[in-house]
């Protein structure tokens, strides 16, 4: 099944006078933040967007047959051709067809097979054959690529020697979402409000916090949420529920991301990633992006990555040693409330920089495509 994501009207332009397509290709959500920020982009610059949704309720095989087939059987011209995040996968497939289409080849790598299967998850072994096949999938990626997109400049910087020569890499943070933005500041008296809310899984390293939280005195003031599915984590709810006093947590399940917003807003510190992966120390989460944007205190690991906005942001990132609930927890107790109106000049400053990176994606498309692409 195929759906049109229209873009703004172009301009005019002398050297085409039909409209730039662009599809995307194996969409497994499309409210995911990251493909609705590059899908809004696209659209934004000029270009007409089919959206592919990804079939995944049957045998891999099947699926991925039936995905390739609705691209190959896509009306009309296209000029751009976006596998994208999570799918990578189909590198070979999409390419082959970019080619016989005769359209540039644009490779989402936020999601990395290898670092989120093997690193992140740890589905298997490092050894295995299904841990090889990986790391290969992820290559062809790249070298597939004409233009492969990545979220951080580390990333990218680790990347570039296995591309080939014509490939461009193009850095497009992550960014905030419109709903991420500052609400009034709650009651300095009152207790800390810490919120953790994401995956259970290694990446994140949320059992440091928990144990960071609940290795605190008996009169803390110190409050956690946790929100997501904690079902596959027993011995984490099984930490949690030793804590002291009974209210010092409170889970709650997966929530759409519509009531994020309302969530943060009750919350003082918003906690980002602390586990040990290659991919924690290179990335910058989410909800990063999104508690700074909401005028919070982030707490997250050091890493290289995060200075590509530590400087832009002050004393609202706080960064600690990866896997210490030590330094989580001394982090925690010297977070001060401020009194009155949470500021937006985070939220402010960081779509400065995200629209910033942007407009190198508009450069390239723009030698590709022709000058009629919109200003971004």
Known sequence: MMSAYPGKRRKSSAKRTQPLRAVYFSVRNSGYPRNSRVRQFLAEAGYEIIVIPA???????????????????TKGTFQLLVLSEFSLKYAVGT?????????????????????????????????????????????????????????????????????????SMIT????????????????????????????????????YAVEAVAGMPADSRVRMTLVGDISRAPDLRSR?????????????GEVPEQELAEIIARHDVVLGIFGTSPKASSVIANKVWQGLASGKVVITRESAALREISELIGDQLILVEGASAAAIRRSIESVRIPEGAATNVAAQVLEEYTALRYHELTTELRKRHGEGLEAS
Do not use: C, Q
């Open 240 to 252: 949690i529920s030793e804590g002291s006093p009974s209210d010092r947590f409170r889970v709650v």
């Open 95 to 167: 390419w082959l067809i970019s080619r016989l289409r005769g359209a540039t080849h644009m490779v989402d790598g936020f999601v990395g097979m290898y670092e989120s299967e093997i690193e992140d998850r740890k589905n298997a072994s490092p050894r295995t054959l299904a841990a090889l096949l990986y790391k290969l999938g992820d290559r062809l990626a790249l070298l597939t690529a004409d233009i492969y997109l990545i979220d951080t400049d580390v990333r990218r910087d680790r990347l570039k020697g296995h591309a080939r020569r014509g490939t």
């Open 172 to 207: 497009l943070p992550v960014g905030a979402p419109a709903w991420a933005r500052p609400t009034t500041t709650r009651d300095p008296g009152g207790d800390i409000r810490v919120l953790y809310y994401g995956n259970y899984i290694p990446l994140h390293g949320v059992e």
């Open 55 to 73: 079939v995944k309720d049957g045998p891999a095989w099947r699926n991925m047959s039936d995905n390739l087939r609705s691209l190959w059987n």
